[in-house]
């Protein structure tokens, strides 16, 4: 099996790049979000048109990782990505200048495919410089880098849009393009082994995950990171009429709320490195998958009973937060399953958990009712279903 250079403390600088790449992705959408109702006036079309801009935008994530993954295992890590930031600054290019909404839509899809790139071969840079718990640490890590996306891009997105409108807003994703593929081509040694490449020729895309999906590990840690990040998905979907209109937050305070939940996560993740110290990723994931189950069910019977918001809330709080605990050491053991296909576990790993994503999403909308009961079964659910994947699937025999 291929094996990774020994344990080693990364540099900052290294981390920032790496974040940088992470957290593509999460800015692309988030810096864009402030623009949308401008965006809907200009073409004088509806906020449902404008909102297929971020539908497509998550389509092309998917699919996208899916095609880069095994690429970046066949071509190298540095050329997949400065590939993907070429289409990423031609694709925010064609965005600014779209002259109606169904070509911004295009455009929009065209940009998810070129960030993405960065972010699945990010997940295979790491496990080819990184062993199995030094990934996972690294994969806390980022989290704090990712974190500051959705805290800062949208205010920083809205400022740009009224300045100088929101056309601006694909101008700044250009030169956010050129900036990584420069970091890129100037700072990023190559990490792909000859070993990776001569098993990337050996197959075709088809085949490799074909080999791949045989694996009942490989599986049981894909479901427990996309059944968890599910938990997410749900609670963006959902979350903003039930904060506002059913519990009665003014909407600076759900800006509140929602910050309060990304440090939740971002808090657990940063435990997950402290603990990793003296637990392995998959000691941690036996008990965490169990105590995550434990808090979706609570979180299920206290919505069946009407309970409190005070009670509500803090269940909410802790079933969120298990993601931090969990994905980093999902991500980790999914890539140390099979080391010499990293790419093509990554791009399964991110099409998987944004097609899950995106399904919780739209069923977390389809049941809502006016109440927190559809919220806190599809938590549930997923929190159940994670388990259910590490301990019969993916947990060490």
């Not at 190298?76 to 200048?97: K, N």
């Not at 993601?323 to 999902?330: D, K």
Request: positive net charge.
């Amino acid at each position: 099996m291929h094996a990774p250079p020994a344990s080693r403390q990364p540099s900052l600088g290294e981390i920032l790049l790496l974040g940088s790449l992470t957290a593509f992705g999460a800015v692309t959408i988030d810096l864009y979000l402030p623009t949308l109702p401008a965006i809907a006036r200009d073409y004088g079309t509806s906020a449902a048109a404008v909102q297929l801009t971020l539908s497509t935008f998550f389509v092309g994530m998917a699919l996208g990782q899916l095609f880069f993954g095994p690429l970046s295992d066949r071509i190298g890590r540095r050329p997949t990505i400065l590939i993907g930031c070429a289409v990423y600054v031609l694709a925010s290019v064609a965005c600014a200048l779209a002259p109606n909404i169904e070509a911004l839509v295009i455009g929009r899809f065209f940009q998810a495919l070129g960030c993405c790139a960065g972010m699945v071969t990010c997940r295979a840079i790491v496990r080819d410089r990184y062993d199995h718990r030094d990934s996972a640490r690294i994969f806390s890590l980022l989290m704090l880098v990712l974190a500051i996306a959705p805290l800062l891009a949208p205010t920083v997105g809205g400022w740009i849009a009224a300045a100088a409108g929101w056309h601006a807003v694909f101008y700044v994703f250009v030169g956010i393009g050129f900036a990584i593929s420069a970091a890129v081509a100037w700072r990023l040694d190559e990490s792909r082994s000859e070993a990776t490449a001569a098993a990337a020729r050996g197959h075709n895309v088809l085949a490799a995950y074909a080999r791949l999906l045989q694996h009942r590990r490989l599986i049981g840690y894909l479901l427990v990171g996309a059944a968890n990040g599910a938990t997410l998905f749900s609670y963006i979907a959902a979350s903003p009429d039930l904060v506002v209109n059913v519990w009665g937050f003014s909407e600076s305070q759900f800006g509140l709320v929602f910050a309060v939940i990304a440090v939740g996560v971002v808090g657990s993740s940063q435990i997950n490195r402290a603990l990793l110290r003296r637990r392995s990723p998959d000691a941690i994931l036996a008990w965490a998958t169990i105590g995550a189950a434990v808090a979706g069910v609570a979180l299920w019977l206290a919505a069946q009973a009407d309970a409190p918001l005070m009670v509500f809330l803090p269940l909410v709080f802790v079933a969120l937060s298990s993601n931090g605990l969990i994905a980093a050491n999902a991500s980790a053991g999914a890539l140390n399953v099979d080391p010499l296909r990293a790419g093509a576990i990554s791009g399964l790993m991110g099409g998987i958990n944004f097609g899950m994503g995106a399904a919780a999403s739209a069923l977390a909308a389809a049941m809502y009712d006016g109440t927190a009961r559809p919220l806190a079964a599809n938590v549930a659910v997923a929190l159940l279903v994670a388990a259910a994947a590490y301990h019969l699937l993916a947990k060490p025999r």
